[in-house]
């Protein structure tokens, strides 16, 4: 849900929940009040509710009931206003509704039924006539005085007076009102908590997570996770912060493996510089020290120095070679280079360097002869010769053979480049296209090289948008391929 969507429901709920539950409780509250008023008072219900909204409405009401049957007997008998019996009666009903009656014949007043004499009025109010009024009289006890004039059968002018105790009346109305406000207020009160928690947990709690955790990124912590349950827009944040972690957190661990490995290589580095010039200073010292003391010896000597030199020199430019690729400043030419002829030219040199390590080379091509691809021909043949060498460095059987097999897909050409030597276990197969990586655990200087061969071949070939992979089999050898894609019409080349 929405931020905006969020907004408007605590509006409208802050809006309308309010009104409906202030209604239902001014109602129920109004009920409850009213209804005891009523029985005290003896107001109809109709007059009750009206209360709800005018207070003033209940004084003009009270004894309603009994001021109606007795105007209907005054209406049939007038002259029952002189009966006592009756009289007693209808003040004894009066009497429970917190009143008595007062009857007047001209200006004697023939009946009084007051019990309690903190409820008699001033008797100058009962000279008051009207056909019909209403008193409210603010006294000691204040009371309220209903009146109604008639005529007896013998012309006489009769008065009906009907006080009412309304003592009680203001405090039940107050402590209604009361009880209204402070349902108001706790209404309030309520909806807004439930708001509250409703925005908190929805907004406030999230936020809180997100600040969290940027402290933790400020102190360099990654190891924590953002759970991100909202579907609003600071559930997507959540989301975003996540991701931006995870992605912080991959480039740590990758900066970290990249700065391992940058020490490793420096180490692979410094130990395979140091064979060599070893080497070249004790032929060195062995010739100012006159160990060389024939010519043919000196030429052993020289040419020893010679090939360590030069493989200082390769290691050097593998080097430089590798740290051309790793930062991706390395200038590829790409042009159409014909397969068969291109091949032709490689394994020729290549078999003259087999040749002299007493190893085999067969060639195997099943591609079409006009077949062509796209590549830089002078970086695929250090991918081709890389693998050679590398093959060639392991390969322990008096009879060694590489073969290498071109293979033609419907987009790509296959290069196969198998070897029978000792072969990679499982466990190391995946990690040989790694730099400096060597399956040789113990480091044996004499198979010489500096462990990027391979590397630098995965980088050349996944630059010509191909990819290299390795098989093996422990005791039977070894086979790498790599594919490069075929020249095709209205294709752009990069």
Same mark, same amino acid.
């Given at each position: 849900?929405?931020?905006?969507?969020?907004?408007?429901?605590?509006?409208?709920?802050?809006?309308?929940?309010?009104?409906?539950?202030?209604?239902?409780?001014? +109602?129920?509250?109004?009920?409850?009040?009213l209804n005891a008023i009523e029985e005290q008072y003896d107001v109809s219900e109709a007059a009750g509710m009206e209360a709800i909204y005018n207070p003033f409405s209940l004084?003009?009401?009270?004894?309603?009931?009994?001021?109606?049957?007795?105007?209907?007997?005054?209406?049939?008998?007038?002259?029952?206003?002189?009966?006592?019996?009756?009289?007693?009666?209808?003040?004894?009903? +009066? *009497?429970?509704?917190?009143?008595?009656?007062?009857?007047?014949?001209?200006?004697?007043?023939?009946?009084? *039924?007051?019990? %309690?004499?903190?409820?008699?009025?001033?008797?100058?109010?009962? %000279?008051?006539?009207?056909?019909?009024?209403?008193?409210?009289?603010?006294?000691?006890?204040?009371?309220?005085?209903?009146?109604?004039?008639?005529? !007896?059968?013998?012309?006489?002018?009769?008065?009906?007076?009907?006080?009412?105790?309304? %003592?009680?009346?203001?405090?039940? +109305?107050?402590?209604?009102?009361?009880?209204? +406000?402070?349902?108001?207020?706790?209404?309030?009160?309520?909806?807004?908590?439930?708001?509250?928690?409703?925005?908190?947990?929805?907004?406030?709690?999230?936020?809180?997570?997100?600040?969290?955790?940027?402290? /933790?990124?400020?102190?360099?912590?990654?190891?924590?996770?953002? %759970?991100?349950?909202?579907?609003?827009?600071?559930?997507?944040?959540?989301?975003?912060?996540?991701?931006?972690?995870?992605?912080?957190?991959?480039?740590?661990?990758?900066?970290?493996?990249?700065?391992?490995?940058?020490?490793?290589?420096?180490?692979?580095?410094?130990?395979?510089?140091?064979?060599?010039?070893?080497?070249?200073?004790?032929?060195? =010292?062995?010739?100012?020290?006159?160990?060389?003391?024939?010519?043919?010896?000196?030429?052993? !000597?020289?040419?020893?120095?010679?090939?360590?030199?030069?493989?200082?020199?390769?290691?050097?430019?593998?080097?430089?070679?590798?740290?051309?690729?790793?930062?991706n400043s390395m200038t590829y030419s790409f042009q159409k280079v014909n397969l068969n002829d291109y091949f032709e030219d490689c394994i020729e040199e290549i078999s003259v360097?087999?040749?002299?390590?007493?190893?085999?080379?067969?060639?195997? /091509?099943?591609?079409?002869?006009?077949?062509?691809?796209?590549?830089?021909?002078?970086?695929?043949?250090r991918v081709i010769l890389n693998i050679v060498n590398n093959s060639a460095k392991y390969i322990d059987n008096p009879r060694g053979l590489v073969n290498i097999r071109l293979?033609?897909?419907? =987009? !790509?050409?296959?290069?196969?480049?198998?070897?029978?030597?000792? *072969?990679?276990?499982? =466990?190391?197969?995946?990690?040989?296209?790694?730099?400096?990586?060597?399956?040789?655990?113990?480091?044996?200087?004499?198979?010489?090289?500096?462990?990027?061969?391979?590397?630098?071949?995965?980088?050349?070939?996944?630059?010509?948008?191909?990819?290299?992979?390795?098989?093996?089999?422990?005791?039977?050898?070894?086979?790498?391929?790599?594919?490069?894609?075929?020249?095709?019409?209205?294709?752009?080349?990069?």
């Amino acid at each position: 849900m929405k931020l905006l969507t969020k907004v408007k429901i605590a509006y409208v709920v802050m809006s309308v929940v309010p009104l409906i539950l202030i209604a239902a409780a001014v +109602l129920g509250i109004s009920f409850v009040g009213l209804n005891a008023i009523e029985e005290q008072y003896d107001v109809s219900e109709a007059a009750g509710m009206e209360a709800i909204y005018n207070p003033f409405s209940l004084l003009g009401n009270v004894t309603s009931t009994m001021i109606g049957e007795i105007e209907k007997t005054i209406a049939d008998d007038p002259d029952k206003m002189q009966d006592m019996v009756y009289l007693d009666k209808i003040n004894a009903k +009066l *009497g429970t509704k917190s009143s008595y009656l007062v009857v007047k014949k001209d200006d004697q007043i023939v009946y009084s *039924g007051v019990r %309690d004499t903190g409820m008699m009025i001033d008797g100058a109010y009962l %000279d008051i006539h009207a056909d019909e009024g209403n008193l409210f009289v603010l006294d000691d006890v204040p009371y309220h005085l209903r009146m109604k004039s008639f005529t !007896y059968s013998d012309g006489s002018a009769g008065g009906l007076f009907v006080v009412t105790n309304i %003592d009680k009346l203001v405090p039940r +109305l107050k402590a209604t009102l009361i009880q209204m +406000l402070l349902s108001i207020v706790c209404i309030f009160v309520l909806v807004g908590a439930v708001l509250m928690f409703w925005l908190y947990k929805s907004i406030i709690k999230p936020v809180d997570k997100l600040k969290a955790a940027a402290e /933790n990124i400020k102190e360099g912590n990654l190891n924590f996770s953002i %759970d991100a349950q909202a579907d609003d827009e600071i559930g997507e944040l959540c989301v975003a912060f996540e991701e931006m972690r995870l992605k912080l957190k991959e480039q740590i661990d990758i900066s970290m493996q990249y700065e391992k490995d940058n020490k490793e290589l420096i180490s692979n580095i410094s130990h395979d510089l140091k064979t060599p010039i070893t080497a070249i200073k004790g032929y060195i =010292e062995g010739i100012m020290d006159g160990v060389a003391d024939t010519p043919e010896k000196q030429e052993r !000597y020289f040419r020893t120095i010679y090939t360590k030199a030069n493989d200082m020199q390769k290691l050097i430019e593998e080097l430089f070679l590798y740290s051309k690729l790793d930062s991706n400043s390395m200038t590829y030419s790409f042009q159409k280079v014909n397969l068969n002829d291109y091949f032709e030219d490689c394994i020729e040199e290549i078999s003259v360097d087999l040749e002299s390590k007493h190893i085999g080379l067969g060639f195997f /091509n099943y591609v079409d002869k006009n077949c062509v691809i796209i590549a830089d021909p002078e970086q695929l043949k250090r991918v081709i010769l890389n693998i050679v060498n590398n093959s060639a460095k392991y390969i322990d059987n008096p009879r060694g053979l590489v073969n290498i097999r071109l293979h033609e897909e419907p =987009e !790509y050409i296959q290069v196969e480049i198998e070897d029978n030597g000792k *072969g990679i276990a499982p =466990e190391e197969l995946s990690h040989i296209f790694e730099r400096c990586y060597r399956t040789d655990s113990s480091r044996n200087s004499a198979k010489g090289g500096s462990g990027l061969g391979l590397s630098i071949a995965k980088k050349i070939v996944e630059e010509h948008g191909g990819r290299i992979w390795a098989t093996s089999k422990v005791g039977i050898g070894t086979s790498i391929c790599f594919v490069i894609r075929k020249y095709e019409e209205n294709r752009i080349y990069e």
